[in-house]
Every structure is written in structure tokens, then in C-alpha cells.
């Protein structure tokens, strides 16, 4: 799970990122931890990564739903691949679109509600990443501030979602100003896949 640790890819962006984001949460997360967020910041980078590929639509699945067929899984393999994603889009919907979730019908305290459940589950019974999901199941709330504060501190130039599009944009486009404001906050896309 331990990528880059220079801030010149997207991963080494964000780890450092959260790294002084946790700092200024007064935070102390386990580095396992850190660059489990980090790949999770990575991975969710891609909206196909993010949104639910097969609902036919770019959304996301509903939550319950997630635990539905967690619930109903076929094999503890599966299981624990739903609940892995139920935490892990709980925590990132929490975190970094906390505030469209004031106007919205589920609000914070059903994410952290669903998605520190999942976590809890998995560090019970995950065959790896036990102490790394514990940590993400007793402190959602504190991983949900820090992703928040990491929208918060990148506000005067890009927030994090905007970062995220902005990448997702050079990806699927190869867009030359997404890639120029990229390359203007350090993130080199050299090494990284070539965009279509």
C-alpha cells in the first residue's frame, strides 16, 4: 500500500496533503492508515473508480443497498469487498462533500453510522488491514474532519474535489489546461498513465 513520497504524482499529492492536514486536526494516524486514505484519494480519483459502474447512470449506489448485498454475499471474499466499499464511500462523501450533505436528506451521522460499521466489521474479520480498519472504525469522525480539513486548506487555489475533476478531466481527455493547472500544483503527469 506505500506509494510516492514526493508531491510530484497525484498519490504523493495527497499523501502529503493528509499529512498536514492531520497535523493540523492534531492528529497522529498510523502511516498504514495514511496511505490506505492516500490510495483511497488516488483510486476515487477516477470517477469510474468512485461511481457505481453498473448502475447504468454515473451515481452512486445507495448505501443500504451496498450492505444489502453485503449482507447476502455469496462468499466472505465478497463480503468483505462490499463492506470495504461501503466504508470507504461513506468516508469519502462524508469528508469531502460534507457540506452539500447539510441540504441533503442523509446527512453526516448516516455515514459515519454506515460506513464506521463496515470498517468495524472488517477489522473483526478482514484476512489483512485489521489494524488499519480498526483505526478507521473507531476514528471515522476525526478521518472525516481531516478530509475535510484537506478541502479547506487547498481552498484558496483548488480544493480537493476540484483537484479530483481536474484530474479525472486530463484522464478520460487529455485536456492541455487541466494538465497545465495540474502540473501548476506540482502534480507531475509524466510517469503516470497517458491520457486518451
Known amino acids: 500500500m506505500h506509494g510516492p513520497t514526493a508531491e510530484h504524482s497525484l498519490p504523493g499529492y495527497f499523501h502529503s496533503a493528509l499529512g498536514r492536514a492531520a497535523n493540523r486536526q492534531g492528529q497522529q494516524p498510523q502511516e498504514a492508515t495514511l496511505w490506505y486514505l492516500t490510495d483511497l484519494l488516488t483510486r476515487f480519483a477516477r470517477s469510474e473508480a468512485f461511481f457505481d459502474p453498473n448502475s447504468g447512470r454515473s451515481g452512486l449506489k445507495p448505501l443500504a443497498m451496498i450492505y444489502?448485498?453485503?449482507?447476502?454475499?455469496?462468499?466472505?471474499?465478497?463480503r468483505h469487498?462490499?463492506?470495504?466499499?461501503l466504508g470507504?464511500?461513506?468516508?469519502?462523501?462524508?469528508?469531502l462533500f460534507h457540506q452539500s450533505l447539510e441540504r441533503r436528506a442523509i446527512g453526516r451521522e448516516y455515514l459515519v453510522s454506515m460506513g464506521g460499521s463496515a470498517y468495524s466489521y472488517l477489522a473483526d474479520n478482514a484476512p489483512r488491514d485489521i489494524s488499519v480498519f480498526d483505526e478507521l472504525a473507531t476514528r471515522f469522525v476525526p478521518f472525516v474532519n481531516m478530509l475535510s480539513d484537506l478541502i479547506h486548506a487547498n481552498r484558496a487555489q483548488f480544493d480537493a474535489a476540484e483537484i479530483l475533476k481536474?484530474?479525472?478531466?486530463?484522464q478520460q481527455t487529455?485536456?492541455?489546461q487541466a494538465r497545465q493547472q495540474l502540473s501548476s500544483l506540482g502534480i507531475s503527469l509524466d510517469g503516470g498513465q497517458t491520457a486518451h
Not at 470507504?88 to 469528508?95: E, H, Q, R, S, T
Not at 481536474?166 to 486530463?170: A, F
Open 68 to 78: 444489502g448485498e453485503a449482507a447476502n454475499a455469496r462468499s466472505e471474499a465478497e
Open 174 to 176: 487529455g485536456n492541455a
Open 88 to 95: 470507504d464511500v461513506a468516508l469519502f462523501v462524508a469528508g
Open 166 to 170: 481536474l484530474y479525472d478531466l486530463w
Open 81 to 85: 469487498r462490499l463492506l470495504q466499499r
